[in-house]
Structures are given as C-alpha cells and as structure tokens.
C-alpha cells in the first residue's frame, strides 16, 4: 500500500524558515518524480515544487522560487521541502503528492497518490 | 503559463442525475489532463488521467473526454457520495496548473 506522510509544518513568524519531510512507502521511490501541492484556507490546489527520480530537474512555482528548495534522500524514500522567507501568503496545508511517472525536462504527469497534508501557518 | 478554468464554479444535482464539469485551458495541452475529487479536510484522489484513462478503483460511473483545449468530467448517475470539490489539472507543460475547483452538491 503505497503511503505518503508528510511532517514538519507548524506556526513560524513571517521571515521565519521550515523544513517539510515526506516519509514514502509501498512503492519504489527512486522510480518516481514528486511533488509539493499546497491549499490556502478555503481556497483552491496550488503546485508548489517539483523533482525528478534521480534529482537531476527541480521545478518551482513563481511564487516560491528563490526561497524555497525540494529535494529528496532515496536511500530514506523522503522528500523535502526546505521553505525561507516565508510569508504570510504561504500559509497552507502542504500536500506530498507522488507522479505517476518520471518528469522530463519540461513535464511531469498526474499524481496518483497524495498525503494527508501538513498545515503552514505563516503568522507574527 | 497554461490557464485552466472550470465551469460552472457550483453545481447541485440530485440522486441519479447525470453531471458534467468542463475545463478549458488557454494553450493546446492535447490528452495531458487529469481530474481530481476532493473532499472536506482530505487529500486529493485522482479520478482520470490523459483526459480519459480511468484510474484504477474509480467507479465507472466516472467518464473523461476532450483533447485539445476542451475537456469534461461526466458522472453518469450521480450518488451521494459524489459530493465534494473536483479539479483538473494539465500536465502538459511546467508550470503544473489546476482549474479553481467546481463544488458539487448533492440535492
């Protein structure tokens, strides 16, 4: 059974840094891109993040880049999303959602799999 | 970046009753679509993929078509468990977008 389970996330000052980790299992992870998706409070699903099975490609939202990195330890089949500069405009529940395939340089496919989320909340 | 909308943003139907959703995006994204049904205060799950592929364990009440630029979820006979918030989402090109999401009420 293939479980993603995401941890790291709480309440952080404006400016303030947090790392989010996703825990994979029941799948072969080093086969696999995944990614970061988060949802503002009562608003709608925002792709944050990106990488490719062997991390040679990482991808970012507009809104995120420069501030925050993803990266991933396939010896730990974990994900992670190392968040800088945060705003009160990142605050959100944070999805680890797995591709159903490896992106290229240009794509990457749907996401078969998501985990329960972990909440951001950006706020002084 | 490839703008996905979805219509209509609301829809309330009734047991048995048969729902389409549509999205459009604003560049060509041929079959590279995807939908989603989310429920309150839980993760997404995917439905379809390349616009009409059914993934595994979805009921086959659940349909996909369109290529191109116009794309649609149908329901064939709507159940209460349908309800919830359904997005679709291109991958056809970075940066990944998703439409703003249609609420569906079951009446």
């Known amino acids: 059974e293939v479980q993603l389970l995401e941890s790291g996330g709480g309440l952080v000052q404006p400016g303030g840094s947090l790392r989010l980790s996703c825990a994979a299992s029941?799948?072969?992870?080093?086969?696999?891109?995944m990614s970061w998706v988060r949802q503002a409070p009562g608003k709608g699903l925002e792709w944050v993040s990106a990488i490719n099975s062997r991390s040679e490609y990482m991808f970012y939202a507009d809104s995120v880049k420069g501030r925050f990195t993803i990266s991933r330890d396939n010896s730990k089949d974990t994900l992670y999303l190392q968040m800088n500069s945060l705003r009160a405009e990142d605050t959100a529940v944070y999805y680890c959602?797995?591709?159903?395939?490896?992106?290229?340089?240009?794509?990457?496919?749907?996401?078969?799999?998501w985990g329960q989320g972990t909440l951001v909340t950006v706020s002084s | 970046d490839i703008q996905m909308t979805q219509s209509p943003s609301s829809v309330s139907a009734s047991v048995g009753d048969r729902v389409t959703i549509s999205c459009r995006a604003s560049q060509y994204i041929n079959s590279w679509l995807a939908w989603y049904q989310q429920k309150p205060g839980k993760a997404p799950r995917l439905l379809i993929y390349t616009a009409s592929t059914l993934q595994s364990g979805v009921p086959s009440r659940f349909s996909g078509g369109g290529s191109g630029t116009d794309f649609t979820l149908t329901i064939s006979s709507l159940q209460p468990e349908d309800f919830g918030t359904y997005y679709c989402q291109q991958a056809n090109s970075l940066p990944i977008t998703f439409g703003q999401g249609t609420q569906l009420a079951i009446q």
């Open positions: 029941g799948f072969s992870f080093n086969d696999y891109a």
């Open positions: 959602a797995k591709d159903s395939g490896d992106c290229s340089r240009t794509s990457c496919s749907e996401f078969d799999y």
